[in-house]
């Protein structure tokens, strides 16, 4: 049957088919589907990246519906659900991996207040909002004269895009990149960000790219609930509308669009701490681990400990399904029933036929004293939303864009000389990115160190050992794509290294 | 009925007749072994519109009548799909395949990934596939049609011809179109094999009488295989043959010949030889956008090697190799068995053009010991890499 990609927001067609019992038992690959390639797919035209062509391995992984930890039935988890949030002040969380029509049950559920966890965005001018929502499409990169990268290396995150650039290229458009590692070959100009001076860099740059900015000028980057608002800023006020950012989750820009506005939001570090503090006592999370996302996944463990209520509706087995009171598990994406929006604003059907879980969020709404939906209503109030009659693939809706203010990034300057760099790609949020650290040649040969030596980083009072790859960084960056567990912040990209033991110890 | 013997053939179902392109004798053959009993399931492609299709293994005789029609701008690979299935199955299967299809089980076969003893292949004559969302392009462009008003189109003569709801026919010269970027894909311009003669049945608009254009089948029976799967649907009623002419017979090699003959010259232009002093920046140059994603050995019909293969264990997050020694090492190991199918360049999200870079590499030693991928079940010649 016919599906969406859900690795990320690009929004990738492909065709996902059932094994039959005795190939599951045969087949070497694990997994009830099979990939097939979607070559009438106007976004990917049947191209994959990796997470793709392995998606039956993450569609393995399925979550059961559990009550204090015990498997129930899924209707007896969501009564139980209905039960344990009535009385109780919750917080609704998703980062929208889930289609439209579950995110505005979700909303009536949560009484229009579903959290991002975007909040370091929060003071971004709002008439900007709808140019971080739905970005240009895809198809304008190729007519660009000039595209600008901020912090997107399109061979590691987002890999779909790097299609369009080389055909850009092809057309004569000139690439500059800005971020934490050279993206191969790519880019006419490169600017590689430093840990002392890199928001300063980010503030100065019109100047710095004022041969690549103007008519015809696309600037891509990406934006999720850990990215800096210096970033982002600075995406908009370079690309003044012609901006596409690159989302994780299946649905964010959906989700974004449905609440067209972030400016209530929390962080989720400012969420984390409030739990802590016992200000929020009970939580709804919504296809989404908190623990997989954040950096310091052992304060997230503890801070979720401390809440009377923890409800988990989600398809995937993750951390959070073994911690929470409730766990209700319904189909995963590919079965269900209704759209997402990509990155572009392309309404996308999902291609399944269930509605478990939009019927989950009604009757624990329902549970609650609150108003129900119909999924056709629901599914009319998306279509409403993003301005078409009709689903079709093959058209992105037109979106209304205000022009906005140029944004103001405070130009600091910071004392870290070293840093840990922590680069989020769509692979890092579902943990699936290697625990490894990318170092410069020059720090790997004036340091002597070994292929397949261990390097010892230290960072926050904590000490880590990683295997390491020689790459296009500055001398002063030691960059990470995975959630290393020496790493604690969110929002900033940085974190002070205390100490490097450039060590002798060869891996395992 | 023996071997080697022509035919014309018409499905007898009126809708079937109708719907297919050439008289609909391929599904109705495809049904009856299924119904019949002689195969326990059919592989077609399931029509989503003209420019996108998803391949199906059924056991339902309705979905492949369902599944009439011919889709040029659907270039689906076949032959793995149909091996994940048969692999220890044992099952008896009858599939259809365009020639780099039916090439790719012959390979696969070779590999034990398929038995084809157990599998019925109904070959169709293929002058090339379009890839689906430049076609698009294409219509609304050079055609100034719009692509959902298509219901059908046609290779012939030279020329691409589109139909649309409204009964209007517009054809467009193919080597007009190719100049300018549009029509077959690459791999299918330069491609020798047109007609798949190593299939149990080759099928085909080529020597259909002018009068019976689009209402009949020619179709050559090329195995035993080939006779059971004709007389088993003219004894269920569900096609008529009549013997094929002469003037029928010689009008489809002399299609084909000017097909490979076009080839021929798409061969000397997309893929000239590598002067051996650029041979290693070449590769670096050409492989320099490769992401690791693996698509390209998901697609491949003859890798059989599975997870664990020789290529993959050279691909790790922590090297930051010049050059892709994964592809290197795959280069290599199916340079005697790549059929040049295509399916790896159409899934490279990085648009590396893989299959041509394989023929480039593999090409010359092929030529050298005139040996044709895919075609037979013998042992391929020693091939040397000097």
């Known amino acids: 049957?016919?599906?969406?990609?859900?690795?990320?927001?690009?929004?990738?067609?492909?065709?996902?088919?059932?094994?039959?019992?005795?190939?599951?038992?045969?087949?070497?690959?694990?997994?009830?589907?099979?990939?097939?390639?979607?070559?009438?797919?106007?976004?990917?035209?049947?191209?994959?990246?990796?997470?793709?062509?392995?998606?039956?391995?993450?569609?393995?992984?399925?979550?059961?519906?559990?009550?204090?930890?015990?498997?129930?039935?899924?209707?007896?988890?969501?009564?139980?659900?209905?039960?344990?949030?009535?009385?109780?002040?919750?917080?609704?969380?998703?980062?929208?991996?889930?289609?439209?029509?579950?995110?505005?049950?979700?909303?009536?559920?949560?009484?229009?207040?579903?959290?991002?966890?975007?909040?370091?965005?929060?003071?971004?001018?709002?008439?900007?909002?709808?140019?971080?929502?739905?970005?240009?499409?895809?198809?304008?990169?190729?007519?660009?004269?000039?595209?600008?990268?901020?912090?997107?290396?399109?061979?590691?995150?987002?890999?779909?895009?790097?299609?369009?650039?080389?055909?850009?290229?092809?057309?004569?458009?000139?690439?500059?990149?800005?971020?934490?590692?050279?993206?191969?070959?790519?880019?006419?100009?490169?600017?590689?960000?430093?840990?002392?001076?890199?928001?300063?860099?980010?503030?100065?740059?019109?100047?710095?790219?004022?041969?690549?900015?103007?008519?015809?000028?696309?600037?891509?980057?990406?934006?999720?609930?850990?990215?800096?608002?210096?970033?982002?800023?600075?995406?908009?006020?370079?690309?003044?509308?012609?901006?596409?950012?690159?989302?994780?989750?299946?649905?964010?820009?959906?989700?974004?669009?449905?609440?067209?506005?972030?400016?209530?939001?929390?962080?989720?570090?400012?969420?984390?701490?409030?739990?802590?503090?016992?200000?929020?006592?009970?939580?709804?999370?919504?296809?989404?681990?908190?623990?997989?996302?954040?950096?310091?996944?052992?304060?997230?463990?503890?801070?979720?400990?401390?809440?009377?209520?923890?409800?988990?509706?989600?398809?995937?087995?993750?951390?959070?399904?073994?911690?929470?009171?409730?766990?209700?598990?319904?189909?995963?994406?590919?079965?269900?029933?209704?759209?997402?929006?990509?990155?572009?604003?392309?309404?996308?059907?999902?291609?399944?036929?269930?509605?478990?879980?939009?019927?989950?969020?009604?009757?624990?709404?329902?549970?609650?004293?609150?108003?129900?939906?119909?999924?056709?209503?629901?599914?009319?109030?998306?279509?409403?939303?993003?301005?078409?009659?009709?689903?079709?693939?093959?058209?992105?809706?037109?979106?209304?864009?205000?022009?906005?203010?140029?944004?103001?990034?405070?130009?600091?300057?910071?004392?870290?000389?070293?840093?840990?760099?922590?680069?989020?790609?769509?692979?890092?949020?579902?943990?699936?990115?290697?625990?490894?650290?990318?170092?410069?040649?020059?720090?790997?040969?004036?340091?002597?160190?070994?292929?397949?030596?261990?390097?010892?980083?230290?960072?926050?009072?904590?000490?880590?050992?990683?295997?390491?790859?020689?790459?296009?960084?500055?001398?002063?960056?030691?960059?990470?794509?995975g959630r290393i567990d020496i790493a604690k912040e969110n929002i900033t990209p940085l974190e002070k290294i205390e100490n490097t033991i450039w060590t002798e110890e060869k891996e395992e | 009925m023996n071997v080697g013997e022509c035919y014309l053939g018409w499905s007898t179902k009126d809708e079937v007749r109708e719907k297919g392109a050439s008289g609909g004798l391929v599904t109705s053959v495809l049904a009856a072994a299924l119904e019949k009993g002689l195969v326990e399931k059919v592989l077609v492609l399931k029509k989503i519109s003209e420019y996108d299709a998803e391949p199906i293994i059924t056991d339902s005789v309705d979905e492949v009548l369902e599944s009439a029609g011919s889709l040029h701008a659907v270039p689906v690979g076949l032959s793995k799909k149909l091996g994940l299935q048969l692999t220890r199955l044992g099952k008896k299967i009858a599939t259809v395949g365009k020639p780099c299809d039916v090439r790719g089980m012959y390979e696969m076969a070779l590999r034990d990934q398929i038995n084809i003893d157990n599998t019925y292949i109904v070959g169709l004559n293929c002058g090339g596939t379009m890839p689906p969302i430049l076609t698009r392009k294409m219509l609304r462009e050079v055609y100034e049609i719009d692509p959902e008003e298509v219901v059908e189109e046609e290779i012939a003569k030279g020329e691409l011809i589109f139909k649309t709801k409204d009964g209007k026919e517009i054809a467009k010269k193919i080597d007009e179109l190719e100049e300018m970027g549009y029509g077959r894909r690459e791999n299918c311009r330069y491609c020798f094999v047109k007609i798949p003669t190593n299939a149990d049945l080759a099928c085909g608009n080529w020597g259909v009488p002018k009068a019976k254009q689009g209402q009949a089948t020619f179709v050559e029976v090329c195995s035993e295989k080939g006779i059971e799967l004709l007389e088993n649907a003219v004894n269920a009623g569900y096609i008529e043959l009549e013997s094929a002419s002469e003037k029928g017979i010689n009008a489809r090699k002399k299609v084909e010949q000017a097909m490979i003959d076009l080839a021929s010259k798409w061969r000397e232009e997309l893929l000239p030889s590598i002067p051996d002093e650029e041979r290693l920046s070449f590769y670096i140059k050409e492989l320099e956008d490769c992401i690791g994603c693996g698509a390209c050995k998901t697609v491949c019909p003859v890798c059989a090697c599975g997870d664990d293969s020789k290529c993959t264990t050279m691909i790790s997050e922590l090297d930051n190799h010049k050059i892709s020694l994964y592809h290197l090492i795959r280069f290599l190991h199916i340079m005697d068995s790549c059929v040049a199918c295509g399916m790896c360049t159409d899934v490279c999200p990085a648009e590396i053009k893989m299959s041509q870079l394989q023929a480039r590499f593999s090409l010359p030693f092929q030529e050298e010991k005139e040996y044709v991928a895919g075609m037979t079940l013998e042992k391929p010649p020693f091939f040397e890499v000097r």
Request: aromatic fraction near 8%; hydrophobic fraction near 40%.
């Open chain 1, 1 to 481: 049957m016919k599906s969406v990609c859900p690795g990320c927001n690009f929004g990738c067609g492909l065709y996902l088919q059932p094994k039959d019992e005795e190939m599951i038992a045969l087949d070497y690959r694990r997994g009830i589907l099979e990939v097939d390639f979607k070559k009438g797919s106007e976004v990917n035209e049947g191209k994959l990246c990796k997470f793709g062509v392995e998606l039956p391995e993450y569609y393995a992984n399925k979550a059961v519906s559990k009550v204090d930890g015990s498997e129930v039935e899924f209707e007896k988890a969501v009564e139980e659900a209905g039960k344990r949030l009535a009385g109780k002040d919750a917080v609704f969380l998703s980062f929208g991996d889930s289609t439209c029509e579950e995110l505005i049950a979700l909303s009536k559920l949560a009484d229009g207040k579903i959290e991002s966890g975007l909040g370091a965005l929060s003071d971004i001018d709002e008439t900007a909002y709808m140019c971080m929502a739905v970005g240009i499409p895809y198809e304008d990169i190729e007519k660009a004269n000039s595209i600008v990268l901020i912090n997107v290396d399109p061979y590691a995150q987002y890999p779909l895009i790097l299609r369009r650039i080389l055909r850009a290229k092809e057309n004569g458009c000139k690439v500059a990149y800005v971020g934490w590692r050279k993206p191969r070959n790519l880019a006419d100009k490169v600017i590689l960000l430093s840990p002392s001076t890199w928001i300063k860099t980010l503030a100065e740059l019109e100047n710095e790219l004022s041969e690549f900015l103007g008519e015809g000028c696309v600037v891509i980057s990406d934006l999720h609930p850990h990215v800096h608002p210096a970033q982002v800023k600075t995406a908009l006020n370079l690309g003044k509308g012609n901006v596409l950012f690159l989302k994780p989750f299946a649905n964010l820009t959906g989700l974004m669009l449905l609440k067209s506005s972030v400016s209530d939001d929390r962080t989720l570090d400012n969420l984390i701490s409030e739990i802590e503090e016992g200000n929020v006592k009970a939580l709804f999370v919504h296809e989404a681990d908190l623990i997989e996302v954040m950096p310091d996944s052992e304060r997230v463990k503890e801070a979720l400990q401390k809440l009377e209520v923890l409800v988990v509706q989600t398809s995937r087995a993750s951390p959070i399904t073994e911690m929470a009171h409730v766990v209700i598990a319904p189909e995963q994406l590919w079965e269900k029933k209704g759209v997402v929006v990509n990155n572009e604003g392309r309404i996308l059907e999902v291609g399944g036929e269930r509605t478990d879980g939009f019927e989950a969020l009604c009757k624990v709404a329902e549970a609650l004293g609150k108003e129900k939906i119909e999924f056709d209503d629901a599914h009319k109030q998306v279509l409403e939303k993003v301005g078409v009659d009709v689903v079709n693939e093959y058209t992105v809706p037109a979106y209304e864009r205000k022009e906005y203010p140029a944004q103001s990034i405070e130009a600091q300057e910071s004392d870290i000389e070293t840093a840990l760099v922590k680069v989020y790609t769509p692979f890092t949020w579902r943990d699936m990115e290697g625990q490894y650290i990318c170092l410069s040649i020059n720090t790997i040969a004036s340091k002597g160190i070994m292929k397949g030596n261990l390097v010892t980083v230290g960072a926050n009072g904590n000490e880590g050992r990683y295997p390491f790859r020689p790459d296009d960084v500055a001398d002063d960056v030691v960059l990470t794509f």
